[in-house]
């Protein structure tokens, strides 16, 4: 395990924020974490601790004075295999793209459309990530945790509480449990899915469906529309796309006849929140050394050495601009640590 006291978060987070933890712990195995729970330095810091994926999906307002801890378990195994279906067990500190590519290569289905993700496979149950028409709740079988107190639960996937970018940990289980291993369902065979944006278009140009093909494609729009975190600091959709009652959608739309939606049910659907941002001109916008991607609008930048403050006070102006000429209030997706 490593300990480490006023330690760099720059490696940690890519928005490229380079704040400072008081205290960052990083354990390889499940009784190491069980025993550091039962420490005095865990007890000194149990009511200010965070603990971190990749730092994909986070935004520090400044040095953070508490705990700081991530997972190193990154064993994975098939654990059971029946017809066409497989479990394969992954340690939370696996990541998220190269779990991804091991289905691929092994010929595994289920995740291929969430190809080149950011972060790690216990953020993936966490977060329930989603892309191109898949949510990973679609695929988790269950998640196995270890309570802050050392015990361990297994949270079965209808246990899991989950929903759009949703689940029981992010809520009322938020800082209570811990993440150590993930089990996913995945299949021999596969109905493709292919109806979200151009990814038919791209995988029939490469010569049909195939994992390699779908994963190829994914990746491809991906990286086209996303910016390299390596390049430019950002933590993907720094914002969830609203969903909102069908009626106020459709009052909307005699005034915004091209406002795009997705039903969710008869009497909601989502809004992309890009296309909020997008048409209320704030698209490739800055403010101080915080814009908003020229590619994608979703997306907030920290063009270099931008502070977490700047970029949530960019955050507010365009919620707050989306709120007066839609009536429609967006919400971040990212987690603020101040
Ligand atoms: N749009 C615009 N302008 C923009 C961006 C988007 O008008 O600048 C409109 C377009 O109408 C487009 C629609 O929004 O057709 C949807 O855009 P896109 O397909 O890029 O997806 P999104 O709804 O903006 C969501 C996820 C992404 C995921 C894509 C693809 C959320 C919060 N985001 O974005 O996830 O990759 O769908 O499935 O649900 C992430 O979570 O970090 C992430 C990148």
Known sequence: MKQYTNYSLLAHNTFGMDVQAAMFVEYDRVDELRNFLGSEDFLRFRDRFIHIGAGSNLLFGGDYDGLVMHSAIRDIDVVSESGDCLLVRVGAGYVWDEFVDYCVTHGYA????????PGEV??????????????????????????????????????????????????????????THVVYRLAKKTQFRLDYGDVRARVEAEGGATLAT???????????????????????????????????????????????????????????????????????????????????????????????????????????????????RIVPEVNFID
Request: proline content about 4%; hydrophobic content about 40%.
């Open 122 to 179: 216990g953020a993936s149950a966490v977060q329930n990530i989603g892309a191109y028409g898949v949510e990973v709740c679609d695929v988790i079988e269950w998640v196995e945790t270890l309570s802050i107190d050392g015990q361990e639960r297994i949270f079965k996937r209808e246990d899991c509480g989950y929903g759009y970018r949703d689940s029981i940990f992010k809520r009322k289980l938020r800082g209570k449990y811990i993440v």
């Open 214 to 328: 779908v994963r190829h494609a994914v990746t491809a729009i991906r990286d086209s529309k996303l910016p390299d975190p390596k390049v430019l600091g950002n933590a993907g959709s720094f914002f969830t796309n609203p969903v909102i009652p069908r009626e106020q959608y459709e009052k909307l739309l005699t005034t915004y006849p091209d406002m795009p939606s997705y039903t969710i049910d008869e009497a909601r659907v989502k809004v992309p929140a890009g296309w909020l941002i997008e048409h209320t001109g704030w698209k490739g916008q800055a403010l101080g050394r915080a814009a908003v991607h020229d590619r994608q609008a979703l997306v907030l930048v920290n063009r270099g050495g931008a502070t977490g403050i700047e970029v949530k006070e960019l955050a507010h102006r365009i919620s707050d601009d989306i709120y007066a000429k839609y009536g429609i």
């Open 110 to 117: 289920g995740v291929e459309n969430l190809s080149a993700i």
